[in-house]
């Protein structure tokens, strides 16, 4: 059964960083493309980046351009979202998903930043 | 960026009943290689979105045929055949053709 567990997510004071992981299961990892899409509370969703299954092209939403860096370890299965200089509307659940088109999605973790 | 506009934003439907939602693309979602990348999600009350349709028309593994996707260009439709209680929740459209990737509003679904 394919899988996608996030971690890393907490409290974190405006202008501060977080990373964020998410573990993969159950397919070829290294032959995806993996994206993070978040959800405001209360609010859709919204895409944020995503990372060839190389990690040689990456693409980011203009909301976080320049502040998060999205990277894998194909030979940990792992994903990573690196987020600095954290705003208060960046507070949401994050999401990893697997490939271009969102095919498997994890739980989540929460990011709260605070002001 | 390609805005994906949802409608309507509350869908109250009888149990059994027919559910139609519409999503609208600002641009045309065919790309280079023919394919129309449009998808559609569910989210049920607190629980992680799941992708119920890929491009187009195409169900997931797993997902009931009471739902189904269709359209063409920039104009797409997601029909539930007949609504069940474990259908409420909250449904979005997605476009992936164009960077940046970005969905729709979201139609919520309840039971009357």
């Known amino acids: 059964e394919m899988q996608l567990l996030e971690s890393g997510g907490g409290l974190v004071q405006s202008g501060g960083s977080l990373r964020l992981s998410c573990a993969a299961s159950g397919f070829t990892f290294s032959s995806y493309a993996m994206s993070w899409v978040r959800q405001a509370p209360g609010k859709g969703l919204e895409w944020v980046s995503g990372i060839s299954f190389s990690g040689g092209d990456t693409y980011y939403a203009d909301s976080v351009k320049g502040r998060f860096t999205i990277s894998r370890d194909n030979s940990k299965n792992t994903l990573y979202l690196q987020m600095n200089s954290l705003r208060g509307e960046d507070t949401a659940v994050y999401y990893c998903a697997k490939d271009w088109h969102l095919a498997v999605w994890g739980q989540g973790t929460l990011v709260t930043v605070s002001s | 960026d390609v805005v994906m506009t949802q409608s309507p934003l509350s869908l109250p439907v009888t149990l059994g009943q027919p559910a139609s939602i519409s999503c609208r693309s600002s641009q045309s979602l065919v790309y280079s290689d023919g394919n129309t990348y449009l998808n559609w999600f569910q989210q049920r009350p607190g629980q992680s979105p799941r992708r119920l349709i890929y491009?187009?028309?195409n169900r997931d593994s797993g997902v009931p045929d009471r739902f189904s996707g269709s359209g063409s260009g920039t104009d797409f439709t997601l029909k539930i055949s007949r609504v069940e209680a474990e259908d409420v929740g909250v449904f979005y459209c997605?476009?992936?053709?164009?960077?940046?990737?970005?969905f729709g509003g979201g139609t919520k679904v309840e039971i009357k």
């Open positions: 491009k187009v028309s």
């Open positions: 997605m476009q992936g053709t164009h960077w940046p990737l970005t």
